[in-house]
């Protein structure tokens, strides 16, 4: 998995194409992520026995991760991730554009 969580992501693909939101969690069997304010599921909801009123509610579904590209914070541009091994020998993501360290 590219994306991380807290990451900042823009939708290329599908009904909220070019909206941009914060990874709130990954889904990693599904290769899905949510995002905080995309892909907003209304559903119609009908009052059951008077206990529960009927509406509409309104849920984040989980988007496919090749539906979305990592905004660089350095740039704030929808970045290319790369690799990189620091000095340290870890792993880290880089821009494909400002070539920034992408945390
Ligand atoms: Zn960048």
Do not use: W
């Not at 529960?52 to 991760?65: N, T």
């Not at 991730?81 to 992408?102: H, M, N, P, Q, T």
């Amino acid at each position: 998995m590219r994306l991380h969580t807290e990451d900042n992501v823009m939708v290329i693909k599908g009904r909220d194409r070019g909206k941009q939101g914060r990874v709130t969690k990954i889904l990693h069997k599904e290769d899905k992520v949510m995002v905080e304010g995309v892909n907003i599921v209304k559903r119609h909801t009908k009052a059951t026995g008077g206990v529960r009123q009927g509406g509409i509610i309104q849920k984040e579904m989980p988007v496919r991760v090749c539906n979305v590209v990592l905004v660089c914070p350095g740039c704030t541009k929808p970045a290319r991730i790369g690799y990189r091994f620091l000095a340290d020998g870890s792993k880290a993501r880089v821009c494909g554009k400002c070539e920034e360290v992408i945390e």
